[in-house]
């Protein structure tokens, strides 16, 4: 029998060898983040995006370490074969290859600061937890792509008029990285509104498909994905999901996402997503500023 791992916060519980260690480390782990995000306001993170004052708030100071830790592991981290792979916070992710940087979803008060790193950048819709307005000015006015289904990005002579705007299946080539775009549903009313995006190095395959809430437009067709960066929250049938995308390993993203007030992915929640994800491999909840891969 293959043995199933969930990875918790950094930490490592086999649930064949130790299900009573395992299902111990993750209780703590989501309690003690749950009950420091229960502490920031949706009020004081709009605040802490204005002026950089963690108020002394737990949470707000493991964020603003984030970006630190990942900026430094980014640029310090020499990638052989498989991508290098960092949560920065929510859905906002920066991988590393042998031959570029990118990101996706990548929003923090000091985004732009990622820019000149960055060869380009995916967006999967026109919400402000997801697009980080500065990052793509930045972007846009050094003539780098940024793909998605809503900005103009002109500054990208390569593609000539559409620049990084898709709103369709388009497979893009940059660098050492192809990536298909395709529409899907953030929920029942906002149909194609979120861009997934299928990423191919080499071999490696990643799959982040933003806030879908629906399940019925997900697949990948390069093959089964290495790593599934994945909301399981709008709404979304997370074991029909799982049973299309057919992950070898998915992260889960959009934690505690603080700019809610309601409405965050909370501890009940992620543990009710992980009961349903049973069958799609390695399971792993990462936090801000973790490396995955």
């Not at 964020?63 to 906002?92: H, I, Q």
């Not at 003539?143 to 593609?159: A, E, P, Q, R």
Request: aromatic content about 10%; hydrophobic content about 40%; proline content about 2%.
């Amino acid at each position: 029998m293959m043995e199933r791992r969930t990875f918790v916060g950094g930490a490592l519980a086999s649930a064949i060898a130790a299900p009573a260690m395992a299902e111990r480390s993750q209780e703590d782990f989501l309690d003690v983040w749950q009950r420091d995000t229960d502490k920031v306001e949706a009020r004081a993170y709009r605040e802490y995006l204005r002026d950089g004052d963690t108020r002394s708030l737990v949470s707000l100071e493991k964020l603003d370490r984030a970006f630190d830790k990942v900026m430094r592991e980014v640029k310090e981290t020499e990638v052989g074969g498989t991508p290098a792979v960092w949560s920065l916070y929510n859905m906002g992710y920066v991988v590393k290859t042998r031959g570029a940087v990118f990101a996706v979803d990548l929003v923090h008060r000091r985004a732009a600061e990622f820019a000149p790193i960055l060869d380009f950048l995916l967006v999967t819709h026109n919400h402000d937890d997801h697009f980080h307005r500065e990052l793509y000015r930045t972007m846009d006015r050094a003539g780098k792509t940024v793909i998605s289904n809503f900005l103009d990005n002109y500054g990208v002579k390569d593609w000539r008029r559409d620049g990084g705007f898709t709103r369709s299946e388009k497979v893009f080539k940059i660098k050492d990285t192809e990536i298909r775009t395709s529409l899907v549903d953030h929920n029942a009313y906002l149909v194609d509104f979120t861009t997934a995006f299928e990423i191919r190095v080499g071999g490696w395959i990643a799959y982040h498909t933003g806030d879908c809430g629906v399940s019925a437009k997900l697949g990948t067709k390069w093959g089964r994905p290495d790593l599934w960066m994945f909301f399981p929250g709008c709404g979304i049938d997370v074991a029909d999901a799982v049973g299309r995308v057919r992950p070898r390993r998915t992260v889960f993203g959009h934690l505690w996402e603080l700019g809610h007030q309601t409405g965050r992915l909370t501890a009940p929640l992620i543990r009710r997503a992980l009961a349903r994800s049973k069958g799609c491999g390695d399971v792993t909840v990462r936090l801000w500023g973790e490396r995955i891969s």
